[in-house]
Structures are given as C-alpha cells and as structure tokens.
C-alpha cells in the first residue's frame, strides 16, 4: 500500500495495478485514488470501466491498442474479472508489452498467487493486499476519525463499539458517522451514545451467544438465539 501511496504522491505510475482482499473499504478507496490520479480531469473518452466475469478480452485487448484521444494515458478499470483465478493467457501474454500511454487497475476479491495473471501483474505494476485490520490499527483509525470532527472517545468505549460493528471498515466507518451525527455539538462520545444507535452484527451476536452457551447462562443464550431467529439467520448457522 506505501508503494501505490508513493505512486500517486509522486505521479510516477506504474502500468498495472492489482488491489484485492477481504478489505472491501480499503481497497475501495484506494482504488478511488488512483483512478482520480490517473484521471484528474474526469476524461470519460480515455477510461473505461469493465466489471464482471464475462468481458471479451479480445476486445479488451483492441481497445488497450487504441491511443489516448488528446491526452497521455488512457485508463482501464477491471473489476470482479476473474482473471486471478482462472486462466486468462491470452491477456496475460499480452501484459508482457503493455503500450507506454495504457495503465490497468485491476479490483478482485480473491486471486491465485500461482495464476500468470498475477504474475505478469506483479511484472509490470504493483499489487497490493487489502486484510482486515487488527483491533488496535482499527481503534487508532475509529479515533482519528472522531478527532477529525472534534469528538473524544476513552479507550473503554472504542472497544464497546467494535464490539457492537465488528472489524469491517466500511461497517465500522457509517456507525461513526451516525455517532457524530447523533451527539451533535457534544465532544465526548459516550458508551450509551454507542448503545443508542450503533448496530450490533449478527456475527456478534452469534458470538455471544457460543460464550453464553460456555457460561451456562441459559436465559442469555436462549435470548440471543431468538434474536437471530427474528433477525431471519439460519439455525443451523
């Protein structure tokens, strides 16, 4: 992530990008970055998007062909593709000689660190892995945050709130933003505010109630059990 960050400091691009991982806020936004700073302008006849499993790679390969219209570089965005996961040799042998005025971004949720895709990737550009943050780089960034519109929060707190959202960025990132909303011109954000309008992941919930069932507290395992039913989760699950 330092290298891409340096690359859009910097200016100097590299000819492909590939950003995945389970992180879907982070590499959102890193992917948001980039196309901003290869694309400043909005130039919507020198970038195109493709999504999807089904994209025509011989047309692909035609259209990295054709030059940039009065600009420097023409951009291509690539999400959900696939193409780290199966074969794609066509594009892959193409990868070796991309033109000077063509970058790809590449967006995928998973890849196989084996496939040529990925490797004529990590030849021509950067690669960057978005992982789920640990708890303390979380709390750090949740702070940041809040400090940001001049709100406070104690260490006991933060934990209550990742208790309640769980370690998904994006999750974690819109209850924060009801957090400042609802405490309005208040700096300190308190463990009852969270309470108030933070909600509580099913996973979390599920969590609690296996510690309950360890516990043997039966009257909190059969309420929290209830309450996913009524939240629509499979028993089994």
């Known amino acids: ?38 694309n400043p302008e909005d130039d919507t006849m020198n970038f195109n998007h493709y999504e999807g499993r089904n994209i025509d790679v011989k047309e692909l390969i035609d259209l990295c062909e054709t030059m940039p219209f009065f600009a420097d570089r023409r951009v291509v965005l690539l999400e959900d593709t696939g193409f780290f996961k199966n074969k794609c ?24 660190k084996r496939n040529r895709m990925y490797k004529a990737v990590k030849a021509a550009g950067r690669i960057g892995e978005f992982v789920q943050q640990d708890e303390k780089t979380l709390m750090r960034w949740a702070a940041g945050f809040l400090k940001k519109e001049g709100k406070m929060i104690t260490q006991r707190d933060m934990e209550l709130l990742l208790t309640m959202t769980g370690v998904d960025m994006g999750n974690l990132r819109m209850e924060l933003e009801k957090i400042i909303s609802y405490t309005g011109d208040r700096a300190v954000v308190t463990g009852e505010d969270i309470q108030q309008v933070c909600t509580t992941q099913t996973q979390n ?33």
């Open 1 to 38: 992530m330092k290298n891409i960050q340096e690359d859009i400091k910097t200016g100097n691009f590299k000819q492909a990008y590939l950003l995945y991982g389970e992180e879907a806020y982070l590499k959102q936004q890193y992917k948001h970055k980039l196309v901003q700073a290869l």
């Open 89 to 112: 040799d066509e594009l892959a042998d193409y990868m070796k000689e991309l033109p000077d005025y063509l970058c790809l971004i590449f967006v995928e949720n998973e890849v196989d």
């Open 205 to 237: 919930k599920i969590f609690d109630m296996v510690r309950a069932v360890t516990e043997k507290n039966q009257k909190r395992a059969l309420d929290l059990y209830y309450d996913l039913l009524t939240l629509k989760e499979p028993p089994m699950r």
